[in-house]
């Protein structure tokens, strides 16, 4: 589960966010929807832990998080927090197996081979675990850097626009995927979005 | 899945890029290398050769062709001095041993020279088969002439004038082999040694046969020259040797025995010492230029390597802030790049080695076939070890400097950039 309260972050004195408190249990999916500049990646970026927040709260299972140091934030982020970014970016030099391996050997688990096959099989890309990512299509790259977040079994994932480069029909397995999969291994969904197809598949969500 | 395997990956990643650089590498270290092992056997040919020897008595000229063709057999002599002369010398009681050498005759490129038995004994030589020659015309075969030619215990052939295959052949008087040497590891391995004898006789009878100018060499053109001179004058008789190699029983009181030979005799002396730190002083100059260069080449490859991880890393910045959202420490990655400057210094290294042994073996082969010389080939060097160093320490300096950039990277702001 993962959830904030009065969270806020500022870049400048003049540009300020608050963020909305919300809390989101295992096995939910929690949509925030939002247009450009209301701050929606900033508000990914400090529950991944990759900005830390100016005021506020946050607890990722139970365990509250915005005070860990740089080092601990990135150890707890590799182990319980998988992201899937707008534009899938890999590793390029890497084939996509070894982009999904990499997820475990930087959280300093073991190589989980097994996993990474069944993963894509379930995806759909089994066919292309020894290809370079770059020749993948989108939709495949996409489907690829979802497995990657949930290569180490984490309790949160978190989504940034996971949808919005996809066409309806994409869009619409992109997220039942997505919610497919972390309701496998019981992690809490949060997604970050300004796509409004996304409204009605999802019942949970607020808006910045 | 390890820190070695995406180097090596981001490295295969740009083939091109990382041939260049890791062949830059290569090379700098090759020709270094090259230039280390050559010297090294050419000083320790040298040195070997002119073990106990103090004084090369020959006809005037240059004194370092007098070394070169009376020690190491490979430039042509000076020309001829008369052994009643040169015999006069070794009456002095400050003279230990001499020994005459008497050049001008070479089988099948590999040179004849007339000389007496100590000249064996100088090298410490062993027999393989058959024994010292001791009458004319016997001849004792060098340990590499006799494998390279096929010879045996028994067998004769003519010479051939001059030091090259191309002279007339005297095929009136024959040699006959009467003993094969063990290898030694000097020039004597390359050399054929008969009586001083032998050479007077080959020469005596050829000698007005001989049409000068028919398809003989300069060199030949000057030893008839000289030998006419001597036919000519009334009253000399005497017999004729090349040079002659002298030992001292100090060599400081023998210092001032060759001041007063230059000074006041028709002979010439060189002090083998002298003349080859002389020639070491000349080379030196070359290969000082020739390293110079190729620490240049070692520098352009670290700073082909330094440029493209420099670009690679502007490319690679998203992949960096990825790796960091996923665990990795900013050391880690830095680390990451350091290995793939590690990488491109050791495999240049162990490509320049190879590189450099394949040189010097082609080399030694040329001088071989050209000069008689030879190279061993495979002894690696204590500098070699140094030039690994320094070559690790361009590739790791090229690879650290951009690499710091990343402790510079903002992970949230990249990330949400692109």
């Known amino acids: 589960m993962i959830a904030t309260q009065n969270l806020s972050f500022a870049y400048a004195t003049d540009k300020q966010f608050t963020f ?23 508000f990914l970026h400090l529950m991944a832990l990759l900005l830390k927040p100016t005021g506020g709260k946050i607890q990722i299972n ?34 996509v197996l070894d982009n999904l391996l990499l997820s475990n050997y930087l959280a300093g688990k073991n190589q989980a081979k097994d996993k990474a096959k069944h993963l894509a099989e379930s995806l759909g890309f089994a066919e292309h675990l020894s290809k370079k990512t770059t020749q993948l299509s989108q939709g495949e790259q996409q489907r690829v850097s979802i497995a990657r977040a949930l290569m180490n079994s984490p309790s949160v994932i978190l989504a940034d626009e996971p949808t919005s480069s996809l066409d309806d029909d994409n869009c619409l397995k992109v997220i039942e995927l997505l919610k497919k999969q972390t309701q496998e291994i019981g992690a809490s969904l949060v997604v970050v979005t300004h796509d409004q197809r996304l409204k009605d598949v999802v019942e949970k969500r607020i808006e910045l | 899945m390890n820190l070695l395997k ?9 083939p091109l890029t990382s041939f260049l650089s890791i062949l830059l590498m290569a ?16 000083e320790e040919k040298f040195t070997r050769n002119v073990a106990g020897i103090d004084m090369v008595v020959g006809a005037k000229g240059s004194p370092l062709q007098l070394i070169l063709s009376s020690i190491y057999q490979i430039d042509a002599p000076t020309g001829n001095i008369s052994m009643e002369e040169a015999n006069r010398l070794t009456r002095s009681p400050l003279v230990k041993s001499v020994i005459p050498l008497s050049m001008g005759d070479n089988y099948q490129g590999y040179r004849i020279v007339g000389t007496n038995p100590k000249y064996l004994e100088h090298f410490q030589a062993e027999f393989e088969q058959g024994k010292v020659f001791e009458n004319p015309m016997e001849i004792v075969v060098g340990a590499k002439v006799a494998k390279n030619l096929g010879l045996k215990v028994g067998d004769s052939f003519a010479s051939q004038h001059g030091y090259d295959q191309e002279g007339h052949a005297h095929d009136a008087k024959k040699f006959k082999v009467v003993g094969i040497l063990k290898n030694t590891n ?22 007005h046969e001989e049409e000068v100018g028919k398809g003989a060499n300069a060199l030949k053109l000057l030893e008839e020259d000289n030998n006419n001179v001597e036919a000519n004058s009334p009253m000399d008789e ?15 009181m023998g210092m001032m025995m060759a001041r007063s030979i230059n000074l006041n005799s028709t002979l010439q002396t060189a002090t083998p010492a002298i003349e080859i730190n002389r020639l070491f002083a000349l080379m030196g100059f070359g290969i000082d230029a020739l390293k110079l260069i190729a620490l240049v080449i070692i520098i352009v490859s670290g700073l082909s390597v330094f440029v ?27 680390l990451l790049l350091l290995l793939e400057g590690l990488i491109i210094s050791v495999l240049g290294f162990v490509i320049g080695i190879i590189l450099s042994r394949l040189g010097l073996w082609i080399m030694s082969e040329n001088i071989e ?19 690994f160093l320094g070559g690790l320490f361009i590739g790791i300096l090229a690879a650290a400097i951009p690499s710091l950039g990343i402790y510079n990277i903002n992970i949230s702001k990249t990330l949400a950039d692109e």
């Open chain 2, 369 to 387: 076939q050209n000069f008689h010389y030879d190279f061993n080939v495979l002894s690696l060097l204590k500098e070699e070890f140094w030039l």
């Open chain 2, 308 to 334: 493209s991880l420099y670009n690679s890393l502007k490319e690679r910045k998203y992949e960096m802030a990825l790796m960091l959202s996923m665990g990795a420490s900013r050391t880690r990655l830095f």
């Open chain 2, 6 to 14: 995406i180097s090596t990956s981001n490295l295969k990643d740009k």
């Open chain 2, 238 to 252: 005497g017999k004729e040797i090349t040079s002659m190699l002298v030992k001292f029983r100090n060599p400081a």
């Open chain 2, 186 to 207: 000097s020039v004597l391995d390359q050399m054929m040694v008969t009586p001083l004898e032998s050479v007077w006789e080959v020469h005596d009878e050829g000698h």
């Open chain 2, 27 to 42: 090379l700098g270290i090759a020709i270094i290398s090259l230039l280390l092992l050559a010297g090294k056997q050419i």
């Open chain 1, 62 to 95: 139970n365990q509250e998080i915005s005070e860990l140091s740089v080092s601990a934030a990135a150890d707890f982020r590799a182990k319980n927090v998988g992201i899937v970014y707008q534009k899938p970016h890999f590793v390029h030099a890497l084939s």
């Open chain 1, 20 to 42: 909305p408190d919300f809390s989101c249990a295992d096995r939910e999916t929690m949509l925030i929807l939002g247009k450009s500049g209301k701050g929606k990646t900033t």
